[in-house]
């Protein structure tokens, strides 16, 4: 079946460090991801995406990289800020799915 | 504000009422979706229109549980009986042709008492 999931339920980073949120997935045909930044009692808010044809996508201070070798994909977040801290969750989608299927999500601590 | 709009944004209601939910997407997008969220879990698929047709529904989507959206713009979701289990955010998206990303509304968290 398939699924997407996150190696850490909880990162705490300092201000200023980088952050890496790291997610893997196990459908083959998967072929387009985003990750959604959600903060408490607020509902998801795109972040990035990519898709299954390249490996890096950069936007402001984020960078999404993808290894479809071994179903991976992570997010980096520069100079992270106390405005980062939020749940992070990736999601995936393929051909013929109309809605995208989400993992239970990474914790981001921003320490100051 | 041009984003994804859900009301309400809370609801309280004892078990075995019926509640609904209204979701007003954004105005340019044909594709709207439903999803359900709970306690540090991802968002779970509920159902999908495009334009007024339901196209697809998730198994999670019980006898209790109906959508609509009757003129192809705003939706509706309605609980019928609500049980205890149903507590949860039921969060909305919305998404235009040629986009795969989906913008979501802030969500309406539901809890049965």
């Known amino acids: 079946g398939e699924s997407v999931g996150l190696h850490l339920p909880t990162l705490s980073v300092q201000e200023g460090d980088n952050s890496i949120i790291n997610c893997a997935y196990s459908?083959?045909?998967?072929?387009?991801f985003i990750w959604y930044k959600q903060e408490s009692g607020k509902g998801p808010q795109f972040i990035i995406d990519i898709r299954s044809n390249m490996d890096k996508r950069q936007g402001q201070r984020v960078t999404v990289l993808l290894n479809k070798t071994v179903k991976h994909l992570s997010l980096q977040i520069a100079a992270t800020q106390p405005g980062d801290s939020a749940v992070y969750f990736c999601a995936e989608n393929g051909t013929g799915r109309r809605a995208l299927t989400f993992g239970s999500g990474t914790r981001l601590q921003v320490q100051p | 504000d041009t984003g994804v709009s859900q009301d309400p944004r809370h609801k309280i209601t004892k078990r075995g009422q019926n509640v609904t939910f209204r979701c007003d997407p954004i105005?340019?997008?044909?594709?709207l979706y439903w999803y359900r969220q709970t306690l540090g879990q991802g968002p779970e698929f509920l159902t999908y229109f495009q334009n007024e047709a339901q196209l697809e529904k998730s198994r999670l989507l019980s006898d209790r549980f109906s959508a609509e959206r009757p003129k192809g713009s705003f939706s509706t979701l309605e609980i019928q009986r609500t049980e205890q289990g149903d507590s949860a955010m039921y969060l909305c998206a919305s998404s235009t042709p040629g986009r795969t990303e989906a913008f979501f509304g802030q969500g309406t968290r539901l809890t049965v008492v």
């Open positions: 459908n083959s045909a998967s072929d387009y």
């Open positions: 105005s340019e997008h044909n594709r």
